[in-house]
């Protein structure tokens, strides 16, 4: 009763939080201080990468009364994903893009569902036509549901039902996010799951007994059954034209005015020398534009890196040629 108490009090938190107005095309950010302290957004890091699911966040609820759950226990599969999406550059720029967040395998009833989910913050919201963030999908249907945005990068997603519902092969909810205008091929805008604890109630996918099955069928969920997704442009990405640093050109260590792979040659060269202590003769201007990635060392993944432009650039074919 405690905990369906304290669901019922969320729900009317998120029901009268969600009722202010939204501008047109924009979701509004909700004051749910609460919710956001202290949480790092883990697919805000906009290195164009994917963020696999980390189950290290996951902390067994203190009040379950039993002692540490075994996921290996569990003998059903279990499986909640986002989708992941490819789009032609030309295509995706500004596009209103839906992303499902789906479930198969869920063997447990279950009454009780919440959910945190963090994304790119180089994608906007586009709210549904309610004005919320997320839209419920046909797996919760029957449940009383809400949404809400804690801050940019991060949603909050709760279901509940006054009975244990089976739910099958599905779709919980779907997001649209809106890509950015300026999206270029290779861009990678990561979108996921993360287990949060926000003080009223922590994320949970478990019928209302929690008895021993529906225990282990969420303990697995968030540690082997979640996956992650992303929108990504396709496309390799361009690499960036060599910086002017001092009047040197990084990645130009011989100074002739090309990034080639006589450069790169010539890092490991130096790379080589430092290694044993040899002097390497290179001025400061070279040592500089040695440092191709800027990490403040001058080792073999610079000249990797330059390798890398190298190629990039040669493989370019202008109109004419």
């Not at 996010?177 to 994320?203: L, S, T, W």
Request: net charge negative; charged share 20%.
């Amino acid at each position: 009763m405690r905990r369906k108490a304290l669901f019922a009090a969320a729900g009317a938190v998120l029901a009268l939080t969600v009722s202010c107005p939204t501008n047109a095309g924009e979701a509004s950010v909700l004051p749910f201080s609460a919710y956001a302290a202290g949480v790092e957004n883990p697919m805000d890091k906009q290195d164009d990468k994917e963020v696999p699911y980390d189950a290290s966040y996951w902390i067994q609820p203190s009040d379950w009364n039993t002692p540490t759950i075994d996921p290996r226990d569990y003998e059903g599969g279990i499986m909640m994903f986002f989708d992941k999406i490819g789009l032609e550059p030309e295509y995706g720029r500004g596009k209103v893009q839906r992303i499902y967040f789906s479930v198969t395998g869920a063997e447990e009833k279950v009454s009780y569902v919440k959910f945190h989910i963090f994304y790119d913050t180089r994608l906007r919201i586009s709210p549904n036509s309610a004005g919320l963030p997320i839209t419920p999908g046909r797996g919760v249907s029957g449940f009383t549901t809400g949404s809400a945005i804690i801050e940019e990068g991060q949603l909050a997603f709760y279901a509940y039902s006054d009975d244990d519902t089976e739910i099958p092969h599905s779709c919980i909810f779907t997001i649209d996010f809106i890509v950015p205008e300026n999206a270029e091929a290779g861009d990678f805008y990561p979108i996921g799951m993360v287990y949060q604890d926000d003080g009223i109630v922590a994320d949970t996918f478990i019928n209302k007994t929690h008895d021993e099955a529906g225990k282990l069928q969420m303990t697995y969920l968030f540690t082997k059954g979640m996956h992650n997704g992303y929108i990504k442009m396709l496309g390799e990405k361009k690499t960036a034209p060599p910086a002017e640093q001092d009047g040197c050109i990084s990645g130009d260590v011989n100074n002739d005015g090309e990034v080639n792979a006589v450069d790169a040659s010539e890092v490991l060269t130096y790379y080589a020398k430092t290694s044993t202590n040899t002097d390497s003769s290179f001025t400061e201007a070279q040592k500089k534009a040695a440092d191709h990635n800027e990490d403040g060392e001058i080792n073999a993944a610079d000249a990797s890196s330059i390798l890398a432009y190298y190629a990039s650039n040669s493989t370019t074919v202008t109109a004419g040629d």
